[in-house]
C-alpha cells in the first residue's frame, strides 16, 4: 500500500495539486485507480526502486502503547520500542510510530525560531512538543541509538503549511541509508497538519516514512544539493 500511496504523492506534488499540511482527498481518488492499473500490468518497480509491501502493524501496535514508565530517558524508551523490531526497518519504524502519536507540533514556537532551532532531544521528550527541529533532533538521536550508526539530520526548505507563490518555509527532516538506497522520514509531516485556522491536528500519516529521494525531491529542498540523493539535484 505504502508503495502505492508513494506514487500517487508523487504525481500530485510534481504537478502541484497541494502542499504539506493541509488534509486532502486528493491522493485517495489517484491511488485506487493506480492502484487498479499497477495490479493489471503486474509492475514491480517504482520509480527506480523495489515495491516494498511492509505489514507494519505488529511494530506500530507496540510502539503506540508504550507504557509512560519506558519514557524515563530516551535510552530506555529506544531499548522498549526496538525489543520486538526483526530489522533495521522495524527499529526505525517503531521510533517513527512513537514520535508521531506522542509528539505534538508546538505553533507558538513558529515565533521563537531562535529557541526553537536549540530544542534538544531531551526536552522534546519532555516536553512532549516542538517544531521541525525539535522533532527531528529527537528522531536523529533515537533512530540513531536503535541502529547503532549514524542517522543524519537534513536541514532545508520545504512546502510547508501556508506554502503559496512559491515561498518555502524552513523545514528539517532525517535521512538514512538502508540496503544500498537512501530515503528519508519526516515526523513533522507524519504526525499530523496544521487546519485552515493554525492548529494542529494529530493524524498519523506514514507516507512520510522512508520516502525515496525522487519523490521528496518535489517538496524538499535540502541546503546541501548532496542531500536530495540523486543524479541531478
Known amino acids: 500500500y505504502s508503495a502505492f500511496q508513494n506514487f500517487a504523492h508523487y504525481w500530485r506534488y510534481r504537478f502541484g495539486a497541494g502542499n504539506m499540511m493541509i488534509k486532502g482527498t486528493f491522493e485517495s481518488s489517484l491511488l485506487l485507480i493506480l492502484l487498479l492499473g499497477f495490479c493489471a500490468i503486474h509492475c514491480d518497480t517504482l520509480l527506480g526502486r523495489e515495491v516494498r509491501l511492509?505489514?507494519?502493524?505488529k511494530i506500530d501496535t507496540h510502539a503506540k502503547y508504550a507504557p509512560k514508565s519506558a519514557e524515563a530517558n530516551i535510552e530506555g524508551l529506544v531499548d522498549y520500542l526496538i525489543k520486538p523490531a526483526r530489522n533495521d526497518r522495524e527499529k526505525l519504524r517503531a521510533v517513527f510510530t512513537w514520535i508521531t502519536h506522542n509528539i505534538s507540533y508546538n505553533t507558538a514556537l513558529l515565533s521563537n525560531p531562535t529557541k526553537a532551532r536549540a530544542l534538544s532531544a531531551q526536552a522534546v521528550l519532555r516536553s512532549k512538543s516542538s517544531v521541525c527541529s525539535g522533532y527531528s533532533n529527537l528522531a536523529k538521536t533515537m533512530m540513531t541509538l536503535a541502529l547503532k550508526r549514524e542517522v543524519y539530520r537534513v536541514n532545508g526548505l520545504a512546502k510547508g503549511y501556508g506554502y503559496k507563490?512559491?515561498?518555502l518555509g524552513s523545514h528539517a527532516w532525517i535521512a538514512v541509508e538502508l540496503d544500498g538506497n537512501w530515503y528519508f522520514i519526516d515526523c513533522t509531516w507524519g504526525a499530523g497538519?496544521?487546519?485552515d485556522t493554525g492548529r494542529f491536528k494529530r493524524s498519523f500519516n506514514d507516507y512520510y516514512f522512508l520516502?525515496?529521494?525522487e519523490v521528496l525531491k518535489y517538496t524538499h529542498l535540502p541546503e546541501d544539493p548532496s542531500w536530495q540523493k540523486i543524479h541531478d539535484p
Request: avoid cysteine; charged fraction near 30%; glycine fraction near 8%.
Open 193 to 195: 497538519y496544521l487546519d
Open 54 to 57: 511492509v505489514d507494519y502493524s
Open 211 to 213: 520516502i525515496a529521494p
Open 165 to 167: 507563490d512559491g515561498k
